[in-house]
């Protein structure tokens, strides 16, 4: 569906995106993740047209953004950080104009009514865009995202500015519409590229960092952290004796008596319940067990850090 090739950004002397390169199926839904700064948003201005790149091409669905513009971009929705919203206008009359300055063809009462419904906003349809919430104003700038149907949707920052409330409806919505679309999400927010994207691209200071499944970024799935009451040696024996385990670290007491281990196991195998009954023969309690991969919060912190330490250098 996205095909990007080293794709670079410069403002003077200042490189903003570096070279980048990635592609997106069909269906995905990929997260743009990265502090203020990174290039998210000039990355997605030129993704949709709005910006040109100084080197690099973008193929959406197989057209070159560079060679055919106007045919590229009517395979996209866009919303931009800021939606592009007329505020004395109703919202149908606003749909109406989009569905006109886009230049749809087809019945357009019947465009305007599929992108209201998909952004649950036909209640409100009649009403003046300045009267609106700002979670409605941004179901709005969706919707003439929607517009069309293009097959892919570029949201910039789409929650920015929305109470708890709105967000978690923002967020519901994205995922009820990645079943159908192809998703580009730009965010700050690690809770919201968790909660929706099936991918996860990191970047900073212009250049991809890490790119891949939320699981195949935070770790591999096959980790698990128990923290056990008992003797230590005791304890780590107990562990050691489980087929198809391995004790990668032991940790210090996290309180009285209580050790923490990280294990490894085979992947896809359940050995909680031989943890249980190897921990149950020795009178130890388990006190807490967790998957022992890194969060993507702690994966984003240490690819940032690492960048900016870096450049600091």
């Known amino acids: ?186 965010s700050h927010i690690l809770s919201e590229i968790q909660a929706v994207c099936s991918r996860v691209l990191v970047m900073d200071h212009g250049r991809i960092l890490a790119d891949g499944s939320t699981e195949s970024i935070t770790g591999s799935g096959n980790k698990l952290r128990v923290a056990v009451k008992g003797n230590f040696q005791d304890a780590r024996a107990a562990l050691e004796s489980l087929p198809g385990v391995l004790v990668r670290d032991a940790y210090t007491e996290s309180e009285p008596g209580v050790f923490e281990f990280m294990l490894e196991h085979e992947r896809g195998a359940d050995i909680r319940t031989a943890l249980f009954e190897a921990l149950a023969q020795h009178r130890m309690p388990i006190y807490a067990l967790r998957e022992g991969d890194r969060s993507l919060e702690e994966v984003f912190l240490a690819l940032t850090q690492g960048e900016n330490d870096g450049g600091a250098q």
Not at 23 to 51: C, E, R, W
Not at 60 to 88: H, S, V
Not at 123 to 128: E, F, H, K, T, W
């Open 1 to 186: 569906m996205l095909t990007v090739e080293r794709l670079t950004k410069r403002y003077g002397k200042k490189t903003v995106v570096e070279h980048i390169s990635f592609s997106v199926k069909q269906g995905d839904i990929l997260g743009f993740l990265g502090p203020n700064g990174a290039g998210k948003s000039t990355t997605m201005n030129m993704l949709a047209g709005y910006l040109g790149a100084d080197e690099g091409s973008i193929l959406i669905d197989g057209t070159d953004m560079m060679e055919a513009p106007l045919a590229a971009k009517k395979k996209i929705g866009y919303l931009p950080e800021k939606p592009p919203l007329y505020p004395e206008m109703t919202v149908k009359e606003y749909l109406c104009f989009v569905f006109r300055i886009k230049g749809l063809k087809g019945a357009r009462e019947e465009c305007i009514k599929e992108a209201c419904c998909l952004a649950h906003i036909e209640d409100v349809s009649g009403r003046l865009i300045r009267n609106l919430s700002k979670g409605y104003q941004q179901r709005v700038g969706l919707a003439q995202a929607l517009l069309g149907s293009p097959p892919l949707l570029i949201l910039d920052e789409p929650t920015a500015g929305l109470d708890p409330k709105q967000i978690i409806e923002i967020r519901e919505l994205i995922a009820d519409l990645g079943k159908k679309t192809t998703i580009l999400l730009s």
